[in-house]
C-alpha cells in the first residue's frame, strides 16, 4: 500500500476542522473535509477514508443520524468512525454514540496527544487492514492462476490420458491383425512344407521306381536277345517231329515255358509302365492290372 490513508473530518464549524487538520499533519495522512452530514455523506461516496471523525451537535442531520446512515451504506458499513462532542457529553450520549456505531467518543476539551494516539492507533488497524486485504487479493489472483493452471494441466492430462488410450486400442488391434495374420501364415507355411516333404518323398520314390524300371528294362532286353533266337528254332523242330512222338511233346512243353519266358520278360520290359501306373493311380490299381497280366500270361 503506497498512498497516504484519508481522514474524514465532519464539523459545521471550519475553524474546528481547520484545527484538526492541523493537528495530523504529524500523521502523515490527507484530510477531507464536510461541514454537513449530507456533505459528509456525499464525500463517503466519492472517496475511500481509513477513519472519520465526526462532530455530534450539528445543524440540520446531526452526527448521530449521519453515522447510522453511514452504517447503512456498504462501503462506510465497517468504516471506523469517532464522535467528538462539547456539549454532549455525559455517559448517555457516549454510549448513544457507541450503539450508533462510533468506535470511540471523545469530548471537548481533549489532550492533543490523547487525540493523536488513538486516531494512530486506529491508521495502524486499518493499514493492517489492508496490507491483509492487499495480501489476500494477491493470495486470490495466485489461487485464481494456479486454479487455471491445474484446470489446462488436467484438462491436458485427460487429452493425453484419451490419446494413450486411443493408442492403445490402435496397437492392441494391430496386434490382434499381426497375430491374425501369424497365425494364417504359420497355417500356409505348414501346408506348404506338408506339400514339400510330399513332393520330395514322391520324387524320391520315383526315382527309385524309375531305376528300378531301366534295370528291369535292361535284364528284359539281355534276356529278350536269346529267346529271340530260340523260338523259332524249338519251333521248326517241333514241327519237324511226328506230332505222336514224345520229342514232340517235350518240344511243346519247351515252346509253352519259352513263350511264358518271353511274356515275362515283356513283362519286365514294361515294368517302367506299371510304375507310372502305380505312382500316379496308386498301389490298388497296379495290383489289379499286374494280376490281370499274370492271369493272361
Given at each position: 500500500?503506497?498512498?497516504?490513508?484519508?481522514i474524514l473530518?465532519?464539523?459545521?464549524r471550519?475553524e474546528?476542522i481547520?484545527?484538526?487538520?492541523?493537528?495530523?499533519?504529524?500523521?502523515?495522512?490527507?484530510?477531507?473535509?464536510?461541514?454537513?452530514g449530507?456533505?459528509?455523506l456525499?464525500k463517503?461516496?466519492e472517496?475511500?477514508?481509513?477513519?472519520?471523525?465526526?462532530?455530534?451537535q450539528?445543524p440540520?442531520m446531526?452526527?448521530f443520524e449521519?453515522?447510522?446512515?453511514?452504517?447503512?451504506?456498504?462501503?462506510?458499513a465497517?468504516?471506523?468512525?469517532l464522535?467528538?462532542?462539547?456539549?454532549?457529553?455525559?455517559?448517555?450520549?457516549?454510549?448513544?454514540?457507541?450503539?450508533?456505531?462510533?468506535?470511540d467518543?471523545?469530548?471537548?476539551?481533549?489532550?492533543?496527544?490523547?487525540l493523536?494516539?488513538?486516531?494512530?492507533v486506529?491508521l495502524?488497524l486499518?493499514?493492517?487492514?489492508?496490507?491483509?486485504?492487499?495480501a489476500?487479493d494477491?493470495?486470490?489472483?495466485?489461487?485464481?492462476e494456479?486454479?487455471?493452471?491445474?484446470?489446462?494441466?488436467?484438462?491436458q492430462?485427460q487429452?493425453e490420458i484419451?490419446?494413450?488410450k486411443?493408442?492403445?486400442?490402435?496397437?492392441?488391434?494391430?496386434?490382434?491383425?499381426i497375430e491374425?495374420?501369424n497365425?494364417?501364415?504359420?497355417?500356409?507355411?505348414k501346408?506348404?512344407?506338408?506339400e514339400l516333404?510330399q513332393?520330395q518323398?514322391?520324387l524320391?520314390?520315383?526315382?527309385k521306381?524309375?531305376?528300378m524300371?531301366k534295370?528291369?528294362?535292361?535284364l528284359?532286353?539281355?534276356?529278350?536277345?536269346?529267346?529271340?533266337?530260340l523260338?523259332p528254332?524249338?519251333?521248326?523242330?517241333?514241327?519237324d517231329?511226328?506230332k505222336n512222338?514224345?520229342?514232340?511233346t517235350?518240344l511243346?512243353l519247351?515252346l509253352?515255358a519259352?513263350?511264358?519266358?518271353a511274356?515275362?520278360v515283356n513283362?519286365?520290359?514294361n515294368f517302367?509302365?506299371f510304375?507310372i501306373v502305380?505312382?500316379?493311380?496308386?498301389?490298388?490299381?497296379?495290383?489289379?492290372?499286374?494280376?490281370e497280366i499274370c492271369?493272361?500270361?
Open positions: 500500500m503506497t498512498s497516504k490513508p484519508t473530518l465532519v464539523d459545521d471550519i474546528n481547520e484545527t484538526l487538520k492541523e493537528l495530523f499533519k504529524v500523521l502523515d495522512v490527507d484530510c477531507i473535509l464536510a461541514t454537513s449530507d456533505e459528509a456525499k463517503t461516496l472517496n475511500d477514508f481509513a477513519l472519520a471523525l465526526v462532530d455530534v450539528m440540520g446531526d452526527g449521519t453515522v447510522e446512515i453511514m452504517r447503512q451504506q456498504e462501503k462506510t465497517h468504516l471506523s468512525i464522535f467528538l462532542s462539547g456539549i454532549y457529553s455525559d455517559s448517555y450520549y457516549q454510549i448513544k454514540g457507541i450503539e450508533t456505531g462510533a468506535v467518543f471523545i469530548t471537548k476539551p481533549f489532550a492533543p496527544e490523547i493523536i494516539g488513538k486516531v494512530q486506529h495502524d486499518y493499514r493492517h487492514k489492508a496490507s491483509l486485504q492487499e489476500h494477491k493470495l486470490e489472483v495466485l489461487v485464481q494456479r486454479t487455471a493452471k491445474l484446470v489446462a494441466t488436467n484438462e492430462l487429452a484419451i490419446e494413450r486411443n493408442a492403445e486400442e490402435e496397437i492392441k488391434k494391430a496386434n490382434e491383425e491374425a495374420w497365425s494364417e501364415l504359420e497355417l500356409r507355411v501346408e506348404k512344407t506338408d516333404v513332393s518323398a514322391q524320391i520314390q520315383s526315382a521306381l524309375s531305376a524300371g534295370m528291369a528294362g535292361g528284359a532286353h539281355e534276356l529278350n536277345s536269346p529267346l529271340a533266337g523260338l528254332m524249338i519251333q521248326k523242330f517241333r514241327d517231329a511226328d512222338s514224345e520229342a514232340y517235350e511243346s519247351m509253352k519259352c513263350n511264358f519266358m511274356r515275362i513283362l519286365f520290359g517302367s509302365t510304375i502305380m505312382f500316379f493311380f496308386g498301389k490298388g490299381v497296379f495290383d489289379f492290372l499286374f494280376g492271369d493272361i500270361a
